[in-house]
C-alpha cells in the first residue's frame, strides 16, 4: 500500500499543477487545490493502511479514480468555454 500511497500522491500533483497552467480560467485554476490537498493528505498517511483493511483501501482507490475523473471533467468544460 506504500507504493499505491506514492503513485498516488505523484498522480494527484501532476493534475493539480496541470490543472493550474493549463486552465483558461480563475475557477479552474481554484479547482487544482483540490488534487493538491488531496497529495498532501496522501503523503501525511503514506502507510497507513495496510492489507488488513482491503475494504478501506478499495473505497480509497475507487475516491482516488473519482477525483482524478472530476478534474479531467472540469479541464474538459474549461476548454470548452474558451
Known sequence: M???SIVSAAVFAG??????FGAHFAST???ALL???ACG???LTV???SSAFAVVTALLCVLRVALVLCCLGEMNR???RH
Open 29 to 31: 485554476r481554484q479547482m
Open 35 to 37: 488534487p493538491l490537498l
Open 15 to 20: 493534475v493539480a499543477v496541470w490543472m493550474y
Open 2 to 4: 506504500l507504493v499505491l
Open 41 to 43: 493528505v496522501e503523503l
Open 78 to 80: 474549461d476548454a470548452i
Open 47 to 49: 502507510g497507513l493502511f
